[in-house]
């Protein structure tokens, strides 16, 4: 597997408060990507990062934010968890998303109450 | 927007029956991928499909690309217990990023 890493990979948490989820690489891939996944419905890009500082939204963004200050490490955060936002995020890692594959973390299960 | 469907959602099979999913996309697509996730785990790349009328093998799993490159489908001959789990398809057109198809369920009856 690649190195790719998600943390926490388990969390349970309140409506209401701040989540950030951090997902780390070693691979020194260009392109990272938040995904969520819910039955039913697949993976459903969230955000997605082309380089260092440069995000853009997916097709979930709403309610979430992220951030990349260094190749490695791309952060997801919901400013203010809501129970919809209950699922299983997964990062996923890529050098060139026209001629690579994704390769994904672990997932980290967010459980909102 | 670009979306991507699959078909059939869930499928159960009896051990050493054939299965297919199929994935169709409303735009052309630069290549078309195939993952397998299996129950509680993440999704594992298993091929790439870049021609129009590409067809891949591996063992026994036979992946297509359509002419168009809107279509591709994944047939696994003589489904085994280590076949269950989850297949997805990805598109990539020419963007950033990738869209997932939903998603097909395979059990597998011993």
């Known amino acids: 597997d690649a190195g790719i890493t998600q943390s926490p990979r388990h969390k349970v948490t309140e409506t209401g408060t701040p989540v950030t989820l951090r997902c780390h690489q070693t691979?020194?891939?260009?392109?990272m990507y938040w995904y969520r996944q819910d039955p039913g419905h697949g993976l459903r890009l969230i955000h997605y990062s082309y380089g260092v500082k440069d995000t853009d939204k997916g097709e979930v963004s709403d309610g979430y934010s992220v951030s990349r200050s260094k190749t490695e490490d791309f952060l997801l955060t919901l400013e203010s968890a809501t129970s919809s936002q209950t699922s299983v995020y997964f990062c996923a890692i890529s050098r060139d998303p026209n001629t690579d594959t994704q390769y994904f973390g672990p997932g980290t299960r967010l459980t909102v109450l | 927007g670009q979306q991507v469907m699959q078909i059939p959602q869930y499928q159960h099979v009896q051990e050493g029956e054939d299965f297919t999913t199929y994935c169709n996309s409303s735009?052309?697509?630069?290549?078309i991928q195939w993952y397998k996730q299996r129950p509680g785990g993440h999704p594992v790349f298993l091929i790439q499909?870049?021609?129009?009328?590409e067809v891949k093998k591996q063992k026994r799993l036979t992946f297509q690309f359509g002419e168009a490159k809107k279509n591709s489908s994944l047939h696994i001959t003589a489904t085994q217990t280590t076949d269950v789990g989850t297949y997805f398809c990805?598109?990539?057109?020419?963007?950033?990023?990738?869209?997932f198809g939903t998603g097909t369920r395979l059990k597998v009856l011993a």
């Open positions: 499909l870049v021609k129009s009328g």
């Open positions: 735009t052309t697509l630069s290549n």
């Open positions: 691979e020194n891939h260009r392109y």
């Open positions: 990805a598109g990539a057109s020419g963007t950033y990023k990738y869209i």
